[in-house]
C-alpha cells in the first residue's frame, strides 16, 4: 500500500456520471491516490425528483450518431455492463431497431465496433408500418436506473466514499470543502449551466416523456432509429428491464429546450398506441401502466464537456453566501468538468469516466 498521502477529490453531483467516476477513483491502484467524497443535492435514492435526470433514463444501449470519442465510451461501457450481467444488475437481451433507410456503413462499422459482429441491418421481418424500409438486429444490455443506482452508491460506501446532501449554488463553495491540493469534480449535468463558477450556456434540456409499464413476458427491445409518431418530436422505443423482471419503459419524445415537466396526456395517448402496435403483447390484459414520467436530458451545444481547468477563485467575491470574509487573494484549484452527455449518459459512462480519471491524473502528473 502507498505511503504517499492520499489527493482529496470530492464530486459533486451523484448522478450516474459522478458515481461512475467515483467508481473509477477508487478502484484498483487509483484507491490509494485518492480520497473521494460526493457532495450533492440530489442522491440515488431519490427517486422522485425531476431535477435528477438519472433515475428517469431509459438505461440501455441503443444505436446514435456519434464521433469516434463517443464511440470508444460506449464501447467501454457495453464491456462493462456484460461484466455485470451474471449479477443481476444488467439485462442482456435481443434488440430490434427499425429505420425510414439502413443506417449508413460508417455507422454500422461503429455499431458492430460496439456490439460485436453479430450486428445485421436488413429489409426483412418488418412490421406493418409502410414508412419503415430496414431493420438492425443486434445483442444489447438494459439497467433498471431505480436498482443500479443505490448499488453504485452502497459498493462506495464500502469502499469508504461519503456521501453529503447539500445544495451548492458556486464552485467555490466546493473548493473550499476540498481544501488546499484537493481536486473537484464538476458531474452537475444541467445545473452547470446556473452553478457560479461555470455556468455553462452551452447546455440545454431535451424533454423525455415516457411510460413505465408492468409486462410479464415481452423482454426484447423495440425502437424506430428515426423519429416516428404523431409529430417529429416522437420516437418509439420500448425497453425491457432486469429487474423487476416484468417492467419495461416505453417512450418517448425528444424535445431540446422544453423545460416543461408535466405529463401531457395527448403525448402519452399516442406513445400508448404506438407502442401497441410495435408490441402487440401490450394488448395482454394483464399488462398494466404503473408509471408517466418527464425528464430532462442534460445535453450540450458541441457535445458532452470533459476536461480538466485551473480554477481561479474566489469568484463571486463580496457577493457569495455565508458570513466568512472574502479572501484577499486569489487561490485555484483543479476542476474535472464531466457533463453535457444529453440521452447518453447511461451508455458513455463508463468510458467518459476512465478517460475524465486519465485526464485528471495526468493534470496532477500521476502514473495513467
Known sequence: MSTTPKTKVVILGSGVTGLTIAH????????????????????????HSQGYASPWAGANWSPMNMNERLA????RTVEKWREMVPAGLVMHQKSKVY???????????????????????????????????SV???????????????YLKAELE??????????????????????????????????ARSLLGVEDTKLYPIRGQTILVQAPNVRDFVACEQSYGPTDDHFFYYIPRPEPSDEALIGGTYQPGNWDLSVNWDTA?????????????????????????????????????????VYLWPHVGDL??????????????????????????????WGAAEEAVDLLKKALSLTV
Request: aromatic content about 8%; overall charge negative.
Open 158 to 191: 464500502k469502499r469508504g466514499v461519503t456521501f453529503t446532501r447539500q445544495r451548492v449554488i458556486s464552485l467555490d463553495e466546493v473548493c473550499e470543502i476540498a481544501g488546499e491540493g484537493g481536486v473537484v469534480v464538476n458531474a452537475t449535468a444541467l445545473g
Open 24 to 47: 473509477v477513483l477508487t478502484d484498483g491502484a487509483n484507491a490509494d491516490q485518492f480520497d473521494v467524497s460526493i457532495v450533492a443535492r440530489d442522491l440515488p435514492e431519490d427517486f
Open 320 to 349: 457569495r453566501t455565508g458570513s466568512r470574509e472574502v479572501a484577499a487573494e486569489k487561490k485555484t484549484t483543479l476542476v474535472l468538468h464531466s457533463y453535457g452527455f444529453g440521452g447518453a449518459g447511461y451508455q458513455q459512462s
Open 72 to 75: 470508444g465510451w460506449e464501447k
Open 269 to 309: 395517448s399516442a406513445m400508448w398506441e404506438t407502442a401497441k402496435r410495435f408490441v402487440p403483447a401490450l394488448n395482454n390484459p394483464d399488462v398494466r401502466i404503473k408509471q408517466h414520467n418527464v425528464g430532462l436530458r442534460p445535453a450540450r451545444e458541441g457535445g458532452p464537456r470533459v476536461e480538466t481547468e
Open 136 to 150: 438492425a438486429t443486434f445483442s444489447t444490455n438494459s439497467i433498471n436506473p431505480r436498482i443500479y443506482l443505490p
Open 99 to 133: 429505420g425510414r433507410e439502413d443506417p449508413s456503413e460508417g455507422l454500422q462499422k461503429q455499431y458492430k465496433a460496439i456490439v460485436g459482429s453479430e450486428y445485421t441491418v436488413s429489409a426483412s421481418d418488418l412490421p406493418n408500418e409502410p414508412e419503415l424500409k
